[in-house]
């Protein structure tokens, strides 16, 4: 199946294209020489992490090297402990030890994780060096390598500190993911299924159709997944950069439940596209009392996200404390909770809903 391509057009930015194929890393040299702020790079410097290096980086830098550029490699341990200061600090060290200059770039080869770390590097480091995204996570390809957000973790909380800085290029090779396990891929599942719901019936009802061939990793299924996703997230990107007009916010659709089973059952039990799909079943059914969402779609969706691999997690807790954790949320304004709940496919709103209402949709859906 032939390669395709999403230009990311954003106010006031330079715009940049999203490769997706099969083999496109293989062609990563060749694409970076069409770039002209990359083009002539006296270094291009592979952020990576330990599970990812060993499968793709040599192809990364061949590819590279093919095309006459110089590479150095930096490799950070995998998992989402990377995006602290320390591993932050140690990055931007390495890189000043290879003396990567003003007109080097940097190449984020790996999931999500990599590409906010290094993208954070690349934007503060010299203030500010170009940085390619190479994502081979399916969430990484869907969502996090697109749309310029590049953060790390404090103690107080996920992605507190960042930077909104578009990358250069994105290289989405979907060869990659057959080393992707089963866990990560239903997590990439859960974003797709998002962008499908708040983006409208066309996504929504070919998604329904294809979900199983998804779910199986069908490489047509996954392309156009990816390409779709992609042009949906570049079009909210578009109008929002820096989600500062309240439509960029459509994207924590399935989060404000979804962040708070994440904390309470502990980071890591649950994968995070995990906790979105149970974020979003909940969050439907709230839209049905709250929006006027209709019954078949909360069907639909249900059914889409089974056949995506999505599962209801069977995870419960006392109604109180979950409210409390949602409460926590750095996204709460003013102690009250906030939900985008869509009234129908591709139409959505963000919410404020009472406690009240929250505590007893949260009591059915323990029941
Ligand atoms: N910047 C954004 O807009 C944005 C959006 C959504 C999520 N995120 C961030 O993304 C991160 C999650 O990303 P993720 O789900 O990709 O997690 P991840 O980067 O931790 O990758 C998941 C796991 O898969 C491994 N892996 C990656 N690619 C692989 C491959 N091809 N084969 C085998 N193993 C592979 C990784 O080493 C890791 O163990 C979170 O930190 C989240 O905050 C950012």
């Known amino acids: 199946m032939p390669a395709t391509k999403v230009v990311v057009s954003i106010p006031d930015e330079v715009p940049y294209d999203v490769r997706i194929g099969a083999q496109v890393l293989d062609d990563l040299g060749n694409s970076l020489k069409r770039i002209p702020r990359v083009a002539n790079a006296s270094r291009v ?59 080097g770039a940097i190449v984020a080869l790996g999931g999500g994780v990599v590409g906010d770390l290094a993208g954070f590097a690349a934007a503060t480091y010299l203030r500010g060096v170009p940085c390619v995204q190479a994502p081979t996570t399916l969430l990484a390809m869907v969502d996090s390598s697109v749309g310029g957000k590049t953060a790390i973790n404090l103690e107080a909380g996920k992605n507190l500190a960042g930077t909104f800085t578009q990358p250069a290029f994105v290289c989405a090779s979907t060869a990659t993911l057959s080393t992707l396990p089963e866990r990560e ?12 719901v708040i983006d409208g019936d066309d996504f929504f009802f070919w998604l329904c159709d294809v979900a199983d061939d998804l779910a199986q990793r069908d490489e047509e299924a996954v392309i156009e997944a990816i390409t779709r996703s992609v042009v949906f997230k570049a079009g909210v990107v578009a109008a929002d950069q820096k989600e500062s007009q309240g439509v960029r916010e459509c994207l924590n659709y399935g989060h404000t439940l979804g962040h708070a089973i994440e904390k309470l059952a502990g980071y890591g039990t649950f994968s995070h596209g995990a906790c979105v799909a149970e974020g979003m079943r ?30 209801r997690l069977g995870w419960k807790a006392a109604p109180e404390e979950v409210l409390s954790a949602m409460k926590g949320d750095k996204k709460v304004r003013d102690g009250k909770v906030r939900f985008v709940l869509p009234s129908d496919v591709g139409k959505w709103g963000l919410l404020h809903v009472a406690d009240e209402a929250v505590l007893a949709e949260l009591k059915e859906w323990f029941a």
């Open 282 to 311: 909940f969050a439907i059914r709230l839209a049905q009392k709250e929006v006027g969402a209709p019954d078949e779609l909360v069907a639909a969706q249900d059914e889409l996200l089974d056949g995506l691999g999505l599962p």
């Open 185 to 196: 891929w239903a997590c990439g599942c859960a974003e797709v299924a998002k962008a499908a």
């Open 45 to 103: 410097v592979i952020v990576s992490d330990t599970n990812v290096a060993p499968l793709y980086l040599a192809a990364a830098k061949e590819s590279l090297a093919r095309s006459g550029f110089r590479t150095s490699d930096i490799v950070v341990p995998a998992g989402e402990d990377a995006k602290s200061v320390e591993v932050l600090g140690e990055v931007w060290e390495a890189l000043a030890s290879l003396k990567l200059s003003r007109d």
